[in-house]
């Protein structure tokens, strides 16, 4: 008997997310000959403990999986559960219960880092079970900090993003000159500045704005910030500087926490936020210049409106090969991306062992940081460009993107 599939999503959207998920759900259908039904779980493994589920075959009677290719964000909901550590817990056996009711064979989460954590305690007990079930990761997120692979889907669309929007800051900032600015653009990532880094490829020019990016990866001095700051304006006086929301002090202290109190996530993961605006405080007190902060806040991390074509093409690419993998007999491993050595940019899909990505983190190589840490190398530069090549056309309807909705 044929078994069926089931994919979910988890963790933080991205402009791809979707792309990922078409590409699991589109090869699936192809092979009526192998899989059964393909199921979608809302809200990710916590929606399915629950029975929530849905038949996806419909979406692509309908045409809506076709829309799903270009809408951003999570279209069959997202969850932060974290599985109990021990495999020995009650919820295992509940959990593969449920796969048994529906028939489940092939099971697909695309996700970052806590998502890897979820398909490695399912594919360990799966082996401990003697259970027949595919167990495959398929990688997703902005942050760029799964290790095993050269990038991640979702990065180049939220590096086009950044590097697009930190351009026209600057574009936006010049337009005065007769008296000195600075504004601080602070961008998502916790403890890798991938995303920060990407800022750098908004400069049209040496010497170009931003002048100063400053990432999580090397400690940050206040003393030392001012006076790059100082410095720094007697080049460009409408200067733009750009840091990640992680930045942290000598000690490890997050600059955040200077100014307020900073809560925690499901994951026991610091929730920043503020690090911009404590150091346009900062500028403004120990420089007396015109200063403001922009949090470029969750627009980042999943709009439609700069797509990377190159980073949504191998986002579908990564969600196919994940099932192609799985029929083979592959199962506790994650859809990896290994980069050609070549002069035109080119990549292999490969398989990599789930049980050591999970809970690790990539960060940016401290050769792509200069010695003071406040830029990116050009080593950075020839990484990241050719992620964000390419543009996507989003359907629209009535002068506004048409997005896949769930009903």
Not at 66 to 90: M, N, Q, V, W
Not at 140 to 155: R, S
């Amino acid at each position: 008997m044929k078994k069926n599939a089931v994919v979910g999503q988890s963790g933080g959207p991205t402009a791809v997310i979707n792309a990922s998920l078409y590409g699991v759900a589109h090869e699936a259908l192809n092979h009526k000959d192998s899989i059964g039904t393909i199921y979608g779980m809302i809200n990710g493994i916590e929606g399915f403990l629950n029975n929530q589920i849905m038949d996806l075959a419909p979406l692509e009677e309908s045409g809506e999986l076709e829309l799903i290719r270009t809408t951003p964000g999570s279209y069959l909901g997202s969850c932060r559960y974290k599985l109990p550590e021990d495999l020995t817990d009650p919820l295992y056996p509940q959990l593969f219960q449920r796969f048994e009711e529906y028939n489940i064979g092939y099971f697909f989460y695309i996700g970052g880092n806590d998502s890897m954590d979820t398909v490695s305690k399912l594919s360990r007990y799966a082996k401990k079970t003697g259970s027949s079930i595919r167990i495959l990761g398929i990688p997703k997120t902005i942050d760029n900090d799964l290790v095993e692979t050269d990038h991640t889907p979702g990065f180049g669309s939220a590096a086009k993003f950044v590097a697009s929007s930190v351009r026209e800051i600057a574009v936006d900032a010049s337009v005065y000159d007769n008296k000195k600015s600075v504004t601080i653009v602070e961008i998502m990532g916790r403890h890798a500045g991938w995303l920060t880094a990407a800022s750098a490829l908004a400069r049209k020019f040496d010497g170009d704005n931003p002048v100063l990016i400053y990432l999580p990866e090397t400690s940050f001095n206040q003393d030392a910030f001012i006076e790059k700051v100082r410095s720094a304006l007697e080049q460009t006086p409408n200067l733009v500087v750009c840091i990640s929301e992680g930045i942290h002090d000598e000690s490890g202290t997050f600059i955040c926490e200077y100014s307020n109190a900073v809560g925690v996530d499901t994951f026991g993961h610091k929730m920043l936020t503020g690090s911009g605006k404590y150091l346009e405080n900062l500028v403004k007190e120990r420089l007396g210049v015109k200063v403001r902060s922009i949090e470029l806040n969750v627009c980042q991390r999943c709009s439609s409106a700069m797509l990377s074509k190159t980073d949504h093409k191998e986002a579908m690419d990564a969600g196919a090969y994940g099932v192609k993998a799985a029929l083979e007999g592959s199962t506790g491993n994650m859809v990896a991306f290994k980069r050609l050595d070549s002069d035109n940019y080119k990549i292999d899909y490969v398989l990599k062992d789930v049980n050591i990505i999970c809970n690790q983190e990539k960060t940016v190589p401290i050769d792509w940081i200069t010695d003071d840490g406040a830029d990116v190398t050009e080593e950075f530069i020839a990484y990241a460009k050719p992620l964000i090549q390419g543009e996507v056309t989003v359907p629209m309807e009535d002068g506004v993107p048409k997005f896949a909705y769930r009903k």
